[in-house]
């Protein structure tokens, strides 16, 4: 029974966060957001069922207002060490 509820404690969850951001556009191929504060976000990825919501690639979407739900991913670099990768998960036109 321990070794099944160990099991169960190392699985990795992931966590979705949110924030309300402006769309600046594909910029060096990241999806390039600004929030209220200044803030920027740059999500590397889109998941499919984002993606089919907007055309993020267009430029008809800049400037509008988001709210992005997205997680973040962990990946190793060629050095072996790990970097973030923020994905986009859902998108939504706030304005």
Do not use: C
């Not at 099944?4 to 600046?24: D, G, K």
């Not at 594909?26 to 499919?48: C, K, N, Q, R």
């Not at 919501?53 to 991913?73: A, M, P």
């Amino acid at each position: 029974m321990f070794l099944s509820l160990a099991t169960l404690m190392e699985v990795p969850t992931t966590q979705e966060s949110a924030v309300e951001a402006t769309f600046n556009g594909y910029v060096e191929d990241l999806y390039d957001f600004t929030d209220a504060d200044g803030s920027t976000y740059g999500f590397a990825e889109i998941e499919p069922s984002a993606a089919e919501k907007y055309d993020l690639d267009s430029t008809d979407l800049v400037g509008k207002l988001f709210r992005v739900t997205y997680k973040v991913d962990t990946a190793i670099d060629e050095d072996e060490e790990e970097y973030d990768i923020l994905v986009i998960v859902d998108l939504k036109v706030l304005e």
